[in-house]
């Protein structure tokens, strides 16, 4: 039950902290930029893997969890618990930012600046790239070690300083089902789901196929 909890407050600190900056930029004539929204979510994804990783492994994202669970390495049982967590913790944020901030109609939600398209194979991109950064770190299911929070929180405030005008460069789908969900805009919510567990997926072969050739080369 601690291990859902801490998911729960988790992924509340990261949809929080990192749609709160989006919000923040747009309701004070840009005060939090680009880059600092970009920071913010690098930072908060960090910390949260330095506080929680040795504990309930960090995922904050469902997609992630998903992953771990088709790689074989996070009970299946436990998987529908830890995705009703995070949405919970995600669902928590946006409730409390839209009390905050009730004039503002998106709450930081994800939304295409292109075509559908061109969103779905970004995310489908940077959540690949996402999920085989946190499997370099992982011990098991767990984001966990010295430079873990480091290298995924980099991963994560790099894709989103790329891709956010793009995308909003989600990579994990309770961030936007969130704030998608709350503000009342769902017209692409489905685009956020689908491409970022399927990238996070795909990652497990990718980083499977590196691993047996890097043992058979030694």
Known sequence: MRNYLYETIGTFALVLFGTGAIIAGQQFDGVVTHTGVSITWGVIVAVMIYIFGSKSGA??????????????????????????????????????????????????????????????????????????????????????????GLGIGTVVGLEAFFAGPVCGASMNPARSIAPAIVSGHTEHLWIYVVATIAGACLAIPAFNLIRIRSVKSI
Not at 77 to 97: E, H, M, N, R, W
Not at 133 to 139: D, Q, S
């Open 59 to 148: 995922h904050i994202n469902p997609a992630v969890s998903i992953a771990f669970t088709v790689a074989g390495h996070f009970s299946i049982k436990k998987l529908p618990a830890y995705i009703i967590s995070q949405l919970t913790g995600a669902l928590l944020a946006s409730v409390l930012l839209k009390l905050l901030f009730p004039a503002n109609q998106l709450l930081g939600a994800t939304m295409p600046s292109g075509t559908e398209i061109q969103s779905f194979l970004f995310e489908l991109l940077l959540t690949f790239l996402l999920m085989f950064a946190v499997l370099l770190f992982a011990h098991g299911s767990k984001e966990t070690g010295r430079f873990a």
